[in-house]
């Protein structure tokens, strides 16, 4: 597929359906938009109940990212533990954790100053 030009609110919009497609939990949108130091438009932060259920979020996100916008993360982080995986897409971080990591990290509270939309 050819790449074409994306907003990150699209984008932001397609990993919440690639999650939503595998079962992913509590999924949140943290738009950083309007804050001053943010490191990117969105997170997208979600939770999943096995090391598998990351796996299949992570892949689910990658698949549909790269077969609608061309796409590949910048980088990714974590797959070995299964614990937190990060995929980075520069202007949208999608954030797959399991409940423990996602409550030793608290991105919601760290953000708190950020528009947040849930699903």
Same mark, same amino acid.
């Given at each position: 597929?050819?790449?074409?030009?994306?907003?990150?609110?699209? +984008?932001?919009? &397609?990993?919440?359906? $690639?999650? &939503?497609?595998?079962?992913?939990?509590?999924?949140?949108? +943290?738009? *950083?938009?309007? *804050?001053?130091?943010?490191?990117?438009?969105?997170?997208?932060?979600c939770e999943a109940q096995s090391k598998p259920q990351v796996? $299949?979020?992570?892949?689910?996100?990658? #698949? +549909?990212?790269? %077969?609608?916008?061309?796409? @590949?993360?910048?980088?990714?982080?974590?797959? #070995?533990?299964?614990? /937190?995986? *990060?995929?980075?897409?520069? @202007?949208?971080?999608?954030?797959?954790? %399991?409940?423990?990591?996602? #409550?030793?990290?608290? *991105? #919601?509270? +760290? /953000?708190? @100053?950020?528009?947040?939309?849930?699903?």
């Amino acid at each position: 597929m050819t790449k074409r030009n994306i907003t990150s609110e699209e +984008l932001s919009n &397609q990993i919440v359906e $690639a999650i &939503q497609e595998k079962k992913g939990d509590k999924i949140k949108v +943290l738009d *950083l938009r309007g *804050l001053e130091h943010a490191i990117s438009d969105f997170f997208v932060v979600c939770e999943a109940q096995s090391k598998p259920q990351v796996d $299949a979020i992570y892949e689910s996100i990658d #698949e +549909l990212v790269k %077969k609608n916008f061309g796409e @590949d993360p910048v980088r990714v982080e974590g797959r #070995e533990e299964g614990n /937190w995986i *990060l995929v980075d897409y520069f @202007d949208v971080v999608a954030h797959i954790f %399991k409940p423990e990591a996602r #409550e030793f990290y608290k *991105l #919601e509270s +760290l /953000w708190s @100053d950020a528009k947040i939309k849930s699903f």
